[in-house]
């Protein structure tokens, strides 16, 4: 059973576009939802992170959107950029084990110059 | 700061050979965790540790091993290797202080290791 469903699985933007990345949970006992961004032979690297308690958090160009009636969440690129290529992970947390991420199958962004 | 280190980078093992992967970690993390990664299907964590001497399952522990002697090493075991267990593992920390149950602690990643069984 897949807690945490991301799609697209690849994305294709132009220089300058949105990359929209979308994610849905199912347990309800998640109450804490980071990005991860993963260059290719590197580590994942903590991106942005939001809590249920708001429904949108913004930082620099990378913003997520949170429907919690929906359970869903999502990573929102503006002016996308070749630099902006990665795979990008959504996660999620359950409250009380804060520290055990589970997370989606990942979408890989590539941004054409 | 290092940060997050692991060893090897790289490595070829037949089936049934046993090998351990090293991580250290210098930034003093209470908590660390191995993930492994197979294309397409996101990370998946193998086994944690909230401080040293105390480590527990993750999602996917069978076949490994591991064991945190100290605050920095988290090594994981593979006792006999299986095709299956190709992928790339990743071993990460975290700093989660006493009494702060409802704060979420980012964890940092190391480089990981590709491994391949044949």
């Known amino acids: 059973q897949q807690q945490v469903k991301q799609s697209p699985q690849s994305l294709i933007v132009q220089k300058g576009g949105i990359s929209i990345i979308n994610c849905a949970y199912e347990?309800?006992?998640?109450?804490?939802f980071p990005w991860y961004q993963q260059f290719p032979g590197k580590g994942p690297a903590l991106l942005i992170a939001?809590?249920?308690?708001?429904s949108k958090k913004k930082e620099g160009r990378f913003t997520i959107s949170f429907n919690k009636s929906a359970k869903q969440f999502s990573l929102h690129i503006m002016d996308s950029q070749p630099g902006d290529s990665a795979t990008y992970f959504c996660a999620a947390t359950p409250r009380g084990s804060n520290y055990k991420l589970t997370f989606g199958k990942g979408t890989l962004l590539t941004v054409n110059p | 700061n290092a940060g997050v280190t692991q060893t090897p980078k790289f490595r070829i093992l037949k089936i049934g050979q046993s090998m351990t992967l090293q991580c250290t970690q210098d930034?003093?993390?209470?908590?660390m965790y191995w993930y492994r990664q197979d294309p397409g299907m996101g990370l998946k964590l193998i086994y944690y540790?909230?401080?040293?001497?105390?480590?527990d399952k993750g999602e996917v522990p069978n076949g490994y091993n591991v064991s945190r002697s100290t605050t920095e090493d988290f090594p994981l075991r593979l006792e006999l290797a299986a095709p299956s267990q190709t992928s790339v593992y990743f071993c990460?920390?975290?700093?989660?202080?006493?009494?702060?149950?409802?704060?979420?602690?980012?964890?940092?990643f190391g480089p990981g290791t590709r491994l391949t069984v044949l």
């Open positions: 347990n309800t006992a998640f109450d804490y």
């Open positions: 540790s909230v401080g040293a001497g105390i480590t």
């Open positions: 930034m003093n993390h209470n908590y």
């Open positions: 990460a920390s975290s700093y989660r202080p006493p009494g702060t149950g409802g704060a979420y602690n980012e964890q940092f």
């Open positions: 939001i809590r249920p308690d708001v």
